[in-house]
T-cell receptor
């Protein structure tokens, strides 16, 4: 069974500073990887996804993530955060186990941007 | 295009009752997935419907069921409610012809409280 570990439950950072949110997964087959953002009282919004090809994936709102197969990681980065980036971030993995796609989510990382 | 809508947004039930939640996907989307989000267990996949057929199913008891209509609208039903069913139930739609590689668009969720 696949699992997703988001190593930090909370990441405080000052505005305009860079940030990295870490995500590691375990899966023995080819995977699809996703990062979602959830603002208070809202559903999830896709930031970016890795399906195949280039290991550096660029997403919306200036976020990017790098797929590292040897380290089974998919860390999310942004070079300069804004107050409005304060939200919950979820890493998810999906693989074709048994012929079906069942996504597994990490427990989430709360990004708190201070002025 | 209108986004994914879920009704009702808030619901309070008592133990032993049953509840039905509704999800209207984005026009043209044929896949609808349901997720349960709780502080303790995080985000967990319930099931996915595509063209009125359940295509994928998570690890939830049979009290949780769903269906999809010909217009792609979906309902989720929980029977014999337990306190632990209190959660935010999220619905997501996508074009997804196969699997979870297509972008999923999430609704705002239904907050269910079981007393």
């Amino acid at each position: 069974a696949q699992s997703v570990t988001q190593l930090d439950s909370q990441v405080p950072v000052f505005e305009e500073a860079p940030v990295e949110l870490r995500c590691n997964y375990s899966s023995s087959v080819s995977v699809y990887l996703f990062w979602y953002v959830q603002y208070p009282n809202q559903g999830l919004q896709l930031l970016l996804k890795y399906l195949s090809g280039s290991t550096l994936v660029k997403g919306i709102n200036g976020f990017e993530a790098e797929f590292n197969k040897s380290q089974t990681s998919f860390h999310l980065r942004k070079p300069s955060v804004h107050i409005s980036d304060t939200a919950e971030y979820f890493c998810a993995v999906s693989d074709r186990a048994g012929g079906s796609y069942i996504p597994t989510f990490g427990r989430g990382t709360s990004l708190i941007v201070h002025p | 295009k209108a986004g994914v809508t879920q009704t009702p947004r808030y619901l309070i039930k008592t133990r032993g009752q049953q509840v039905t939640l509704s999800c209207s996907p984005i026009s043209g989307h044929r896949s609808v997935s349901w997720y349960q989000q709780t502080p303790g267990q995080g985000l967990q996949f319930l099931f996915e419907y595509f063209s009125e057929t359940q295509r994928n199913k998570g690890n939830f008891p049979g009290r949780f069921s769903g269906r999809q209509f010909s217009n792609s609208r979906s309902e989720m039903n929980v029977s014999t409610l337990e306190l632990g069913d209190s959660a935010l139930y999220l619905c997501a739609s996508s074009l997804a012809v196969q699997g979870h590689t297509d972008t999923q668009y999430f609704g705002p969720g239904t907050r269910l409280t079981v007393l």
